[in-house]
């Protein structure tokens, strides 16, 4: 197969990438409101002749038939935006104050799109199905549920996605076999006491003080009750407690995440946040609760699916590279990964000329090298066409 061919042919849609990429920053949606991007990628896969329908209010699930049986193959895009101001003052800024596509999911959603219009002028040469999986609250760590349910990884024998990566220069792919991302959650700890005057603390249960005993309690769970040499993170980053000054408070609650990298480590945080906060607050009389909420689960790339992405990648005249660090950051690509084998792949955009393309993501000062759009586009539409199994283009 010429994946020579593939990267020109992705190279001749630079146009309608940036086209694309900046009609969605410009209109950046929060997770489960993004009804215009729906319908933006609803409008394109029509204009392909790809059929589509809905997942949920606002996933897009397309499915394009090939010639032959060569198999099934599901591609992935995540299309939400963040609540950041943007602040890059590009020519195709946000113009929805406070709300930025600063995670690159504009950039994901034109790409997939760009493989999409390829592939669909190259069905013939398709050796079997490809679906375009249109992601909806990637941030919020929902949408990958609905797309599951829905049966659009049945039969599926891998699965790719990207994702754009400011610490990887352009032209270089990260392609890392094992762990890539943490499973994250979400907790929220609601500790119930007794109000009293605070002149006669006995005959009260100081919430707010068995809260502040709870947060230093749970980071004694980091540093003495788990593996050393096994990353984790159990944050709090909210608390609120009491009414005023002078009374005992009754009520407090918190809100905090754990980052684990294993299915067993994750189940042990949450069984010792549990037990530490109920114990914790039992000592001021005080009872506690902890109300968990999955965002997903760690992102673990099959080897064998990643060999073969890292060798798509250089036949595209890119640059694979495996030396990324580990992120507790999470994405969860990783459900899809837990059903079907595939690859996560990390599409370099930083270009030291463009001061914006150095910035992190989830920062408002982000940016990417648009030259990344046709690579990432080439990079979809090319696991398409080998993992079906496509003889020629
Ligand atoms: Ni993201």
Not at 141 to 152: Q, S, Y
Request: aromatic share 6%; hydrophobic share 40%; proline share 4%.
């Amino acid at each position: 197969m010429e994946m020579d061919a593939v990267m020109e042919a992705a190279r001749g849609e630079r146009a309608y990438l940036v086209r694309l990429r900046r009609e969605l920053h410009r209109r950046p949606e929060l997770a489960l409101r993004e009804y215009e991007t729906a319908r933006v990628i609803e409008r394109e896969l029509d204009a392909f002749g790809i059929p589509h329908t809905r997942i949920g209010d606002t996933g897009v699930l397309g499915t394009l038939r090939g010639g032959r049986d060569g198999g099934i193959v599901a591609l992935r895009a995540d299309i939400d935006a963040l609540p950041i101001r943007e602040e890059t003052g590009a020519a195709y800024q946000s113009e929805t104050e406070g709300v930025m596509h600063a995670c690159g999911h504009d950039a994901h959603t034109a790409c997939l799109l760009g493989a999409a219009k390829l592939l669909s002028q190259r069905a013939d040469a398709l050796g079997g199905e490809v679906r375009f999986l249109f992601q909806p609250a990637e941030e919020t760590g929902g949408g990958a549920g609905d797309f599951l349910r829905a049966g659009a990884l049945d039969g599926v024998r891998r699965v790719f996605g990207l994702h754009v990566a400011p610490d990887l220069p352009l032209g270089t792919i990260g392609v890392k076999p094992g762990l890539n991302n943490a499973a994250v959650d979400h907790f929220r700890i609601c500790v119930h006491g007794r109000a009293a005057h605070v002149s006669t603390p006995h005959l009260g249960a100081d919430a707010l003080y068995a809260a502040c005993q709870i947060v230093s309690a749970i980071q004694g769970i980091v540093s003495r009750r788990t593996s050393p040499v096994e990353p984790i993170i159990l944050g709090i980053g909210k608390l609120s407690a009491g009414t005023t000054y002078n009374a005992v408070a009754e009520y407090a609650e918190m809100e905090g995440t754990t980052r684990t990298v294993s299915q067993e480590a994750r189940m042990e945080a949450r069984e010792k946040i549990d037990a530490v906060s109920a114990h914790v607050a039992a000592v001021s009389g005080a009872e506690a609760q902890v109300v968990w909420t999955g965002i997903c689960s760690a992102l673990v790339n099959d080897p064998a699916a990643c060999g073969e992405s890292a060798a798509l990648v250089r036949s595209l005249g890119l640059t694979a590279t495996d030396q990324r660090p580990l992120s507790l950051g999470g994405d969860n690509f990783s459900e899809y990964l837990r059903q079907v084998p595939g690859c996560y792949a990390y599409l370099g955009t930083s270009n030291p000329a463009l001061p914006n393309t150095l910035a992190g993501i989830h920062n408002g000062h982000f940016d990417l090298d648009e030259d990344a759009l046709p690579q990432g586009a080439a990079l979809y539409a090319a696991h398409a066409l080998a993992w079906t199994g496509s003889k020629a283009l």
